[in-house]
T-cell receptor, first 112, second 113 residues
Framework: GENVEQHPSTLSVQEGDSAVIKCTYS??????FPWYKQELGKGPQLIID?????GEKKDQRIAVTLNKTAKHFSLHITETQPEDSAVYFC???????????FGSGTKLNVKP | IAGITQAPTSQILAAGRRMTLRCTQD?????MYWYRQDLGLGLRLIHY???????GKGEVPDGYSVSRANTDDFPLTLASAVPSQTSVYFC????????????FGPGTRLTVL
């Protein structure tokens, strides 16, 4: 089955700085890669996703990049704000097959 | 109901007892999922359902069962709870015919003593 590894497990940045979280996956057939934000006491919420037919996707301060050859994808948050503090999860999925494999999570702390 | 709901919010259970976690969605999504979340391990898929009447096993199905009698409900049952099933359980749903974006419920915190 698929194996998703996520780094770092914790990340502390100063407000206004950028944050980068990286994930690798093992199954080259995976073609859908969502990122989720989980706030304390809540369920994960999708913040951005990318499919294997593109290499980069942006949504305001958030971007995701995908390198299919190396089998890794990354989340980039620019101009971080205290409200970005949360746990972030990456996941990999073979589209139309309903099994999602999640990374172990990154706890992001944005210091004001 | 708006989105996906779970009940109960939290539960303390004696080992050996039977427990059903409830999950209901009103988005008419075809696919539904149950995950458990443990510290340092992310979310692991327990069972899933592609459509009403069908279910499948995920990464960690042992000790759990599910049913999908209709589109909206996807209960998870622990027939005889054990302490290793102490976890936070999340239900999710998606429309896999469109874009497969998963929507998660608020979670159930289960403690088995």
């Amino acid at each position: 089955g698929e194996n998703v590894e996520q780094h770092p497990s914790t990340l502390s940045v100063q407000e206004g700085d950028s944050a980068v979280i990286k994930c690798t996956y093992s199954d080259s057939a995976s073609n859908y890669f969502p990122w989720y934000k989980q706030e304390l006491g809540k369920g994960p919420q999708l913040i951005i996703d990318i499919r294997s037919n593109v290499g980069e996707k942006k949504d305001q301060r958030i971007a995701v990049t995908l390198n299919k050859t190396a089998k890794h994808f990354s989340l980039h948050i620019t101009e971080t704000q205290p409200e970005d503090s949360a746990v972030y999860f990456c996941a990999a999925n073979l589209y139309n097959f309903n099994k999602f494999y999640f990374g172990s999570g990154t706890k992001l702390n944005v210091k004001p | 109901i708006a989105g996906i709901t779970q009940a109960p919010t939290s539960q303390i259970l004696a080992a050996g007892r039977r427990m059903t976690l409830r999950c209901t969605q009103d988005m008419r999504h075809n696919a539904m999922y149950w995950y458990r979340q443990d510290l340092g391990l992310g979310l692991r898929l327990i069972h899933y359902s592609n459509t009403a009447g069908t279910t499948g096993k995920g990464e960690v199905p042992d000790g759990y069962s599910v049913s999908r009698a209709n589109t909206d409900d996807f209960p998870l049952t622990l027939a005889s709870a054990v302490p290793s099933q102490t976890s936070v359980y999340f239900c999710a749903s998606s429309d896999s015919t469109v874009n497969n974006e998963q929507f998660f419920g608020p979670g159930t915190r289960l403690t088995v003593l």
